[in-house]
Nanobody, 124 residues
Framework: VQLQAFGGGLVQAGDSLRLSCAAS????????MAWFRQAPGKAREFVST????????NYADAVKGRFTISRTNAKNTVYLQMNGLKTEDTAVYFC??????????????????WGQGTLVTVSS
């Protein structure tokens, strides 16, 4: 499975941005999808995950209530709608795919496939 993330950019605090991740080369609907991020000088961290059929989502506490993950299986695409962006959201955002169950979904080591990352910069 090949993943390509895009949609990052430079925005101001309080703005919104939508990231997309397009998948190819596999059966997208079979995979749990997730977004992780890595801020400068920090380890990569979990942001959000969505089940293969889109019926279940999960968020890191830092983004809960501001970010929304969704997917369109017919388009092999997963999205991350980011509202109320804060300077601390500045990071490279990665999409990832796995068949892991929910209990392991926040662990990046359980993800087999990764996109190249897209940079989100939030200025104050």
């Amino acid at each position: 499975v090949q993943l390509q993330a895009f949609g990052g950019g430079l925005v101001q605090a309080g703005d919104s941005l939508r990231l997309s991740c397009a998948a190819s080369g596999g059966t997208f609907r079979n995979y749990r999808m997730a977004w992780f991020r890595q801020a400068p000088g920090k380890a990569r961290e979990f942001v959000s995950t969505i089940s293969p059929n889109g019926g279940s989502t999960n968020y890191a506490d830092a983004v809960k209530g501001r970010f929304t993950i969704s997917r369109t299986n017919a388009k092999n695409t997963v999205y991350l709608q980011m509202n109320g962006l804060k300077t601390e959201d500045t990071a490279v955002y990665f999409c990832a795919a796995s068949t892991v169950v929910l209990s392991g979904a926040q662990n990046e080591q359980n993800y087999y496939y990764w996109g190249q990352g897209t940079l989100v910069t939030v200025s104050s």
